[in-house]
């Protein structure tokens, strides 16, 4: 199947899609990702689709399995494919799977959902050419839910032009284009900072057989709140709010977004309207301006809003309390934490995992274990399941306290409750075994983490790289940076790829240095010293 280089055209002057069958890309390079990350328990990119993987059969989930195994390795193989560049060995090999086992729509969805759901080095040519492929299929073509995830992975690599061209093929096929379709469409022009599109795109709706109705109007002003772009929401909502009533919905995430801006005045000025047009603020309503107002330190201005919730009978919630509750976190004052807690007692609202990560959090600043377990304990009687960053903030404790044994029992605890590790979860226990000198280990845990398919990081390839490079095993060194950068698609520190070169030159393995260095310049991540 070829992939043919086509124009660029602003959406608003896109034409109908000219051929239903083959859809093209623009400059593009398919190493291209989204921001690294730092290195904490929060992703970065939720999704408006819910996954795929419980919704299909071990069947389905090994033929898809195979599909993406094939567009993984071909874009290993060619990570800066050109953007005319025609794939057709890829498709054969597709259809070649297709004979053996029956394709549906949800499989072809999944296999889309995951090629985007890496952090670096998204395969997009290759994804292109395999959603192509399926949609050329008999039975295929008419279901919405693969071209949605294909327009929302076109938009998270930028290539907007080809995500009009998917809604464009949609209609053209009498493919059901749904609020979902835009709202999808929407929440990525807005994190590419493109809110003027986005509010297009809610324009064009009416012209792809989709109604804006007033669920679609407050979706819009929710993504761009969400992100940030408050003033733009606000005038989006000053310009409809004659024709789709606001409702508590709508209002609460204007003050949210006011409030996410660091605007505290007008997110007060919008609370303010919403009471004067007789909406009644909710409890969402109020926890975001708590929230909000503990972020900018007026915690007194807080608790009086707090006050006035409590006054109105609006019951709080365990998210009021939290907001409450992490302006002290943060800052250190545990006796401040514990009373808002025990003020959360008082009136029987019942804690969640985040106001038991906050305590723990808060035991584990004061190096105070003993009190740090004794809320885990109580957070597993009380029905509470600790997540990930429930175990990373005892692991880091534990960790400042050299207790290797205690790391042991406590990984055993997260696997007797379920309870997934993630990637910090993972670098925090291979740094100890590292410099508790336990290598068989620190490898363990690595393949433990490939097992789990939990993305590694580059600070998982620093702890690795700089254990070989300390034991002057080069060639592991070596072979684990190549992989970081090949596999994963993962940008190096000038540190760590300094390291690694000095081991190969001390090891006299200078035609490996050449191809790293080959290697690390082709692909952007350096330049070639003079």
């Known amino acids: 199947m070829a992939l043919i280089k086509s124009k660029l055209r602003l959406p608003h002057s896109l034409s109908s899609f000219s051929h239903p069958k083959i859809l093209k890309t623009h400059s593009f390079s398919s190493s291209t990702s989204e921001t690294h990350l730092q290195e904490d328990d929060t992703p970065t990119d939720s999704k408006t689709i819910p996954s795929t993987t419980n919704l299909l059969t071990p069947e389905e989930t090994l033929i898809a399995d195979k599909f993406h195994a094939l567009i993984k390795d071909h874009h290993r193989k060619n990570p800066n494919l050109e953007t005319n560049h025609t794939i057709p060995a890829l498709s054969l090999d597709f259809s070649q799977i297709s004979t053996v086992h029956p394709i549906s729509p949800s499989i072809v969805r999944h296999v889309i959902e995951r090629c985007g759901g890496v952090r670096h080095g998204i395969p997009f040519l290759q994804t292109l050419t395999f959603f192509n492929w399926a949609m050329g299929r008999d039975g295929l073509a008419h279901s919405p839910e693969p071209y949605n995830e294909m327009v929302d992975l076109a938009g998270k690599v930028r290539q907007f032009d080809l995500a009009w061209h998917v809604i464009d093929s949609m209609k053209a096929r009498n493919v059901e284009i749904t609020i979902e379709t835009f709202s999808i469409l929407v929440r990525r022009y807005v994190r590419a900072g493109l809110a003027a599109e986005a509010i297009h795109a809610f324009n064009r709706m009416e012209d792809y057989g989709c109604k804006p109705d007033k669920i679609a109007f407050s979706i819009v002003i929710g993504i761009l709140c969400k ?153 597993v009687k009380k029905g509470c399941s600790p997540n990930a960053s429930t175990f990373n903030l005892i692991f880091r404790c534990i960790v400042k306290l050299r207790d290797v044994n205690g790391a042991h029992r406590l990984y055993a605890k997260m696997k007797e409750l379920e309870c997934m590790p993630n990637t910090v979860t993972y670098n925090i226990l291979m740094r100890m075994f590292v410099d508790s000198k336990s290598t068989d280990m620190v490898l363990k845990l690595k ?54 070169l000095q081991q190969l030159r001390k090891a006299g393995q200078l035609k490996k240095h050449e191809e790293l260095v080959e290697k690390m310049v082709d692909r952007g991540f350096a330049t070639r010293p003079l």
């Open 227 to 379: 992100k940030r772009r408050a003033s733009e929401a606000q005038t989006f909502f000053d310009s409809l709010k004659d024709k789709f009533e606001p409702d508590v919905i709508v209002y609460t995430s204007l003050v949210h977004g006011w409030c996410r801006a660091g605007n505290i005045a007008e997110a007060e000025r919008v609370f303010r309207e919403m009471k004067m047009a007789e909406i009644k603020p909710n409890v969402y309503s109020y926890s975001i301006v708590i929230d909000a107002l503990c972020r900018c330190g007026q915690v007194t201005r807080a608790h009086d809003v707090f006050a006035e919730m409590i006054d109105s009978g609006c019951n709080p919630n365990s998210i009021t309390f939290n907001n409450l509750m992490r302006v002290h976190v943060k800052a250190g004052r545990t006796e401040k934490v514990l009373q808002v807690y025990n003020q959360m007692k008082r009136l029987g609202c019942p804690a969640d995992t985040i106001t038991y990560n906050f305590l723990i959090e808060t035991h584990c600043r004061d190096e105070n274990l003993d009190e740090a377990m004794k809320v885990f304990n109580l957070m």
């Open 447 to 500: 393949k433990e983490m490939d097992e789990n398919e939990i993305e590694p990081n580059v600070n998982t390839y620093r702890v690795l790289i700089s254990m070989y490079c300390g034991m002057g095993h080069w060639n592991n060194a070596y072979i684990f940076f190549r992989e970081m950068i090949e596999e994963k698609c993962l940008k190096p520190s000038m540190h760590d790829y300094e390291m690694v």
